[in-house]
């Protein structure tokens, strides 16, 4: 058969496909200190360090953003908390987020020496910092006023965040930016051994012995990623999703786990898939998501390091609409694996050729709903998969890379 009288015929997909790389996830990040103040003792974490000592006046009570919540109580005294300095708060970015309602005029959320400041003044709020110049020193990025702090008994999220791999400082209220500083890639927080940490060293809540602050969580931010994620797409064929990845590298990657949602909301787990633990060459990863009634899904992709770090990678949205006819083949160009999603056919009804018209034997899995051939002793060029049944003929190219 002349390979210019090919019939490509593929019936035309029902599928939307979006895939978001959010640029305020912040990625190999470890909780290192949170405070829920649900009950127990101010001082007390819920995850990680806790607190060395508090003003005697503060307390936890009821009416904080999540239930109960700190209140720096009565006498009107500031909070006052102090995290004992520690080489585990020596990282190279960090994330600083809590809850926090205004009843004064000042409020001093999260201090460490004069590395970072993060603050309300005069009702504005505004962040300092120190970052490494990259040449022994450092340079001092001040926001000056980003925001004006509503005085309406109403609680907001306030977050800070520094990311050294791109050097961007940046602030969130309500998980909106407010403020971006772009800074030079690669550069570090500047604040080893800066002191203990101080969250609501001017903060009484005005003497209204009420909550002012809530879900307080300090974030580690490292300056590697453990892996580098070039894509993560979902194709949707009949009732099956097949979801895969690539990365170009790994560093200490555990291993993998895709989550799936119908909201965007609640997660529930699908499955957890051994990591490459460190890499320097491409990977392709493939997990089917088999006999999905037809509705749309968001797909989360999540990695673990060897230590426990997790971090999101990336989201994918894909709408399940199908026909008794598709057929998809995936990933188009491939290296290590083919994915052929098609129901009822067995492998003597598939076979490969080359541009030449001359037939190429490869291993070939089969599955359920799906077929996986392996592509790895295939030469660089463009290749056709012949799928034969009940006497339909469909010659389908793909690319190996």
Same mark, same amino acid.
């Given at each position: 058969?002349?390979?210019?009288?090919?019939?490509?015929?593929?019936?035309t997909l029902s599928i939307f496909i979006l895939c978001i790389f959010s640029s305020s996830t912040i990625c190999n990040s470890q909780i290192l200190?949170?405070?829920?103040?649900?009950?127990?003792?101010?001082?007390?974490?819920?995850? *990680?360090?806790?607190?060395? @000592?508090?003003? %005697? =006046?503060? /307390? +936890?009570? $009821?009416?904080?953003?999540?239930?109960?919540?700190?209140?720096?109580?009565?006498?009107?005294?500031?909070?006052?908390?102090?995290?004992?300095?520690?080489?585990?708060?020596?990282?190279?970015?960090?994330?600083?987020?809590?809850?926090?309602?205004?009843?004064e005029v000042t409020a001093n959320f999260f201090e460490r020496g004069n590395s970072l400041v993060f603050v309300m003044t005069s009702g504005n709020?505004?962040?300092?910092?120190?970052?490494?110049? *990259?040449?022994?020193?450092? @340079?001092?990025? %001040? =926001?000056? /006023? +980003?925001? $004006?702090?509503?005085?309406?008994?109403?609680?907001?999220?306030?977050?800070?965040?520094?990311?050294?791999?791109?050097?961007?400082?940046?602030?969130?209220?309500?998980?909106?930016?407010?403020?971006?500083?772009?800074?030079?890639?690669?550069?570090?927080?500047?604040?080893?051994?800066?002191?203990?940490?101080?969250?609501?060293?001017?903060?009484?809540?005005?003497?209204?012995?009420?909550?002012?602050?809530?879900?307080?969580?300090?974030?580690?931010?490292?300056?590697?990623?453990?892996?580098?994620?070039?894509?993560?797409?979902?194709?949707?064929?009949?009732?099956?999703?097949?979801?895969?990845?690539?990365?170009?590298?790994?560093k200490n990657n555990d291993f993998f786990t895709i989550e799936k949602s119908k909201n965007g909301n609640d997660w529930s787990e699908l499955i957890?898939?051994?990591?490459?633990?460190?890499?320097?060459?491409?990977?392709?990863?493939?997990?089917?998501?088999?006999?999905?009634?037809?509705?749309?899904?968001?797909?989360?992709?999540?990695?673990?390091?060897?230590?426990?770090?997790?971090?999101?990678?990336?989201?994918?949205?894909?709408?399940?609409?199908?026909?008794?006819?598709?057929?998809?083949?995936?990933?188009?160009?491939?290296?290590?694996?083919?994915?052929?999603?098609?129901?009822?056919?067995?492998?003597?009804?598939?076979?490969?050729?080359?541009?030449?018209?001359?037939?190429?034997?490869?291993?070939?899995?089969?599955?359920?709903?799906?077929?996986?051939?392996?592509?790895?002793?295939?030469?660089?060029?463009?290749?056709?998969?012949?799928?034969?049944?009940?006497?339909?003929?469909?010659?389908?190219?793909?690319?190996?890379?």
């Amino acid at each position: 058969m002349n390979r210019n009288s090919y019939c490509m015929i593929l019936r035309t997909l029902s599928i939307f496909i979006l895939c978001i790389f959010s640029s305020s996830t912040i990625c190999n990040s470890q909780i290192l200190s949170s405070f829920s103040w649900s009950s127990g003792s101010v001082t007390t974490a819920t995850t *990680g360090i806790s607190a060395i @000592s508090s003003s %005697s =006046s503060a /307390t +936890i009570s $009821s009416g904080g953003s999540n239930g109960n919540g700190l209140n720096p109580g009565l006498p009107k005294t500031n909070a006052n908390i102090t995290i004992a300095s520690s080489t585990t708060f020596d990282i190279d970015g960090i994330d600083v987020q809590f809850d926090f309602q205004r009843d004064e005029v000042t409020a001093n959320f999260f201090e460490r020496g004069n590395s970072l400041v993060f603050v309300m003044t005069s009702g504005n709020l505004n962040v300092s910092y120190r970052v490494s110049d *990259g040449a022994g020193s450092y @340079s001092t990025i %001040s =926001s000056g /006023t +980003i925001y $004006s702090v509503p005085n309406d008994d109403v609680f907001r999220t306030y977050r800070f965040v520094y990311t050294p791999l791109t050097g961007k400082g940046e602030v969130f209220v309500n998980g909106t930016s407010m403020w971006v500083n772009n800074g030079t890639a690669n550069r570090n927080m500047y604040w080893t051994g800066a002191g203990n940490i101080k969250i609501g060293s001017l903060m009484n809540g005005g003497g209204a012995n009420k909550p002012c602050l809530d879900e307080f969580t300090i974030t580690k931010v490292a300056n590697t990623l453990p892996i580098e994620l070039t894509s993560f797409k979902a194709n949707s064929i009949k009732n099956n999703v097949s979801l895969n990845w690539i990365t170009t590298s790994e560093k200490n990657n555990d291993f993998f786990t895709i989550e799936k949602s119908k909201n965007g909301n609640d997660w529930s787990e699908l499955i957890k898939i051994q990591g490459a633990g460190n890499s320097n060459n491409q990977k392709e990863y493939t997990y089917i998501d088999a006999n999905v009634p037809s509705n749309h899904y968001y797909y989360r992709l999540s990695q673990t390091d060897f230590d426990g770090t997790v971090s999101i990678k990336a989201i994918c949205y894909a709408v399940v609409n199908y026909t008794a006819d598709d057929i998809v083949i995936y990933p188009n160009p491939t290296t290590d694996n083919l994915q052929v999603l098609i129901e009822n056919i067995s492998n003597n009804e598939i076979s490969i050729f080359d541009i030449n018209n001359k037939t190429i034997n490869l291993p070939i899995d089969n599955y359920s709903s799906y077929f996986k051939i392996f592509t790895q002793s295939l030469k660089t060029g463009i290749y056709f998969l012949r799928i034969e049944n009940n006497g339909f003929i469909k010659f389908i190219p793909f690319k190996k890379t």
